[in-house]
């Protein structure tokens, strides 16, 4: 038998309570982070991928440094130690706010019961590194290493969450990811099943994509969203960029290209060709 504490996680994915929190915490956060060049900064559309994850190495690594100095550096680094706990406290304000431009974009209930957990967690760590800080700051150390301590513990769980939205839940990863097309020609429907100036979502070999006739050229993207999965074909398409429905990035339908976040990853585009009277598509060599 293995042991795993990934059932108590997926408790949290039951808890309804957390609801109406998590719904005033995403719309909070949308009202204010519009669509946009600093939405796509706090996205990570120009890192290719979301940069809450990367934000938390340095944040965890420099108080995890002071927990160590604690235990194992003696009286002289006691000043270090402070020194770190601050540095994480600093660099805990970028990832915080990255995180929340991830959670507002959260559209599922049970990812976002445990991305409030995860939140709200993160909230207690920082009061109390806050607090632990503060205290070694006035020369009463081992309150202060007693305060880091606990927050070092606390931490580690609200870790373990965020792994498990990644790894568990498939927040922030790209949606496409396992979506192969053939690299033969695929007949997916007439020619007179795809009008001009119309989205239309098509079947090739158990993946969906989005067909859009214009001015006698056929464009096919992969029809779910790489950032959260949203369905192309309900989009608004202006010129040859299509819009996603639910968090409104936008892709050059030549090409799949990011024309605007809080996508991280380019959308798969094939080629489409009529023959016989049929659309068919394949993946691009």
Known sequence: ?????????????????????????????????????????????????????????????????????????????RPAAQRLIGLGILSALPTAVTGLSEFADISSDRPRRVATIHGLGNVGVLALYVASWRARRKGHHFRGVALSTAATGLVSGTAYLGGHLSFGLGIGVNQTAFQEASGEWVSVLTEDELPQGKP???????????????????YALANRCSHQGGPLNEGDVEGTVVECPWHASRFELSDGSIVRGPATTPQPAYDARISGGRVEVRRRP
């Open 1 to 77: 038998m293995t042991l795993s504490i990934r059932p108590m996680a997926e408790k949290l994915e039951q808890l309804h309570a957390l609801d109406p929190i998590g719904k005033i915490i995403g719309g909070t956060v949308r009202s204010v982070l519009k669509p946009g060049a600093f939405k796509d900064l706090l996205s990570g559309t120009w890192l290719g991928h979301p940069v809450h994850p990367a934000l938390t190495d340095p944040t965890i690594g420099f108080w995890m440094g002071a927990t160590a100095l604690d235990f194992l550096g003696g009286k002289r680094f």
């Open 200 to 218: 239309v979502l098509a079947e090739a070999e158990n993946v969906l994509v989005m067909l859009y006739r214009k001015d006698g050229r056929i």
